[in-house]
Nanobody, 117 residues
């Protein structure tokens, strides 16, 4: 089992910045940030592999940066130039080996990000 604990959400004005953090209870493979607004599907925001390869949703390219510290089992999401449409609950996700030597998916509890206009 892997526990993921997010932090860093909050209320910010348009154009502001926030940094989200997610700490995993043990070593994991790829880590991602998703977000979800009520009534919509959860969408991928950004992902980072264990070796540091990254990918982003088109809507956040150039504004968000994902990074990770493998020594701390932590992934970060630096969010700059925030817009009201970035308002959502942000979820950390990770792939990790389970007790059966299979890869399982794990989710954090989510952290609210609200961008005021």
């Amino acid at each position: 089992q892997v526990q993921l604990v997010e932090s860093g959400g909050g209320l910010v004005q348009t154009g502001g910045s926030l940094r989200l953090s997610c700490v995993a209870s043990r070593s994991v493979f790829s880590m991602r940030w998703y977000r979800q607004v009520p009534g919509k599907q959860r969408e991928l925001v950004a992902g980072v592999t264990q070796s540091g390869g990254t990918n982003y949703a088109d809507s956040v390219k150039g504004r968000f940066t994902i990074s990770r510290d493998n020594a701390k089992n932590t992934v970060y999401l630096q969010m700059n130039n925030l817009r009201p449409e970035d308002t959502a609950v942000y979820y950390c996700h990770a792939d990790a080996m389970n007790g059966l030597l299979q890869i399982s998916s794990y989710w954090g509890q989510g952290t609210q990000v609200t961008v005021s206009s």
